[in-house]
């Protein structure tokens, strides 16, 4: 089995960074696609940043310039840099990751929040 840890959440003022981390765990064999994805309270979880497996990205219109997803094939891992962060940026961020043997997985998310 594989599973997905994210970390570097936290609380964070307007204009501040954050980098998010996202690393699988167990029997890999492969990654194709990560993605991280948000959900804020109320509402439905979006994709925030895709990138594959030979590192071509893509955003969201509304972080498109402010954040940079990358990934380490090496560490099966993928990071997301956040920066010029808004309180609308608040929410609890996922690491989604298409797995060469397992498919699709989830991690358990990360609460990010961004004071006005």
């Known amino acids: 089995q594989v599973q997905l840890v994210e970390s570097g959440g936290g609380l964070v003022q307007a204009g501040g960074s954050l980098r998010l981390s996202c690393a699988a765990s167990g029997s890999v064999h492969g990654i194709n696609t990560m993605e991280w994805y948000r959900q804020a309270p109320g509402k439905q979880r979006e994709l925030v940043a895709t990138?594959?497996?030979?590192?071509?990205?893509n955003y969201a219109d509304s972080v498109q310039g402010r954040f940079t997803i990358s990934r380490d094939n090496a560490k099966n891992a993928v990071y997301l840099q956040m920066n010029s962060l808004k309180p609308e940026d608040t929410a609890v961020y996922y690491c989604?990751?298409?797995?060469?043997?397992?498919?699709?997985?989830w991690g358990q998310g990360t609460q990010v929040t961004v004071s006005s």
């Open positions: 989604n990751a298409d797995f060469q043997f397992w498919g699709n997985k």
């Open positions: 990138i594959t497996r030979d590192g071509g990205t």
